[in-house]
Nanobody
Framework: QVQLVESGGGLVQAGGSLRLSCAAS????????MGWFRQAPGKEREFVAK????????SYADSVKGRFTISKDNAENTAYLQMNSLKPEDTAVYYC????????????WGQGTQVTVSS
């Protein structure tokens, strides 16, 4: 059974940092793309960042480029999202996802973790 478990969310002041983790289990993810998405209240879920489990090649939404960094630890089967210079508009539930298609790595989803940025 595939599981993606996020952790690391919380409340932070604007300008602060958080690091989200996504622990993956239940299958071999070597050919998969790991992605982070977010959904703010009243808005649709949107792409944040993604990375190939093998090979890297990170990519980001324009809204987070230069502030967020996606990474992975193959030995730990864990993906990370380092979020710096957080803004109130980054407030959302953040979801980890995985899929074979780089254009839409959404075959599997985590349960989400809340990130709240106060002004």
């Amino acid at each position: 059974q595939v599981q993606l478990v996020e952790s690391g969310g919380g409340l932070v002041q604007a300008g602060g940092s958080l690091r989200l983790s996504c622990a993956a289990s239940g299958r071999t993810f070597s050919n998969y793309v790991m992605g982070w998405f977010r959904q703010a209240p009243g808005k649709e879920r949107e792409f944040v960042a993604k990375i190939r489990w093998n090979g890297g090649f990170p990519s980001y939404a324009d809204s987070v480029k230069g502030r967020f960094t996606i990474s992975k630890d193959n030995a730990e089967n864990t993906a990370y999202l380092q979020m710096n210079s957080l803004k109130p508009e980054d407030t959302a539930v953040y979801y980890c996802a995985a899929g074979l298609r780089s254009s839409s790595p959404t075959e599997y989803w985590g349960q989400g973790t809340q990130v709240t940025v106060s002004s």
